[in-house]
């Protein structure tokens, strides 16, 4: 039924160097430019993802003031520099762009990160759409 394919083991998914072997919808998370977690949630009032809108996230966001959130992963990376977040924030309408970062007064841990949604000064400001991805090893 498969024509002969043989499934990549996770060891030649991480590696990527296997041309014989197929990526399978269960062997795919095993991939490095595959996205380990993502949300997209409202940081105005009660942080909450949007329906259907996070993958490998505990339920949860922890709201540590203004603009200032910490987001936990249901499967933990391998380690807490293993994994890359990227992700930006809306802007209200009238002011300065703005950017999604890593809080640089709390180190990111493998199971959860602290991030902050920033206005274009540089000063932490909630948002109504602040999306994220991370990639890395689980």
Not at 10 to 28: M, R
Request: contains cysteine; glycine residues 12%; proline residues 4%.
């Amino acid at each position: 039924a498969n024509g002969g394919a043989v499934a990549a083991t996770q060891a030649e998914v991480e590696a990527v160097t296997s041309n014989t072997t197929v990526l399978t919808p269960l062997n795919g998370k095993w991939h490095p430019g595959v996205a380990k977690a993502w949300g997209r949630f409202d940081g105005t009032g009660t942080p909450a993802y949007s329906s259907g809108g996070s993958y490998n996230m505990d339920s949860s966001i922890t709201d540590n003031g203004t603009g200032d959130y910490t987001v936990s992963f249901t499967t933990d990376f391998s380690s807490a520099t293993a994994y890359a977040l990227i992700g930006i924030s809306r802007r209200a309408a009238g002011t300065a762009s703005r950017l999604l970062c890593f809080d640089a007064s709390v180190d990111p841990a493998a199971g959860t990160c602290r991030i902050l949604s920033m206005d274009g000064g540089s000063t932490p400001a909630d948002s109504s759409i602040i999306t994220f991805a991370a990639f890395g090893d689980q």
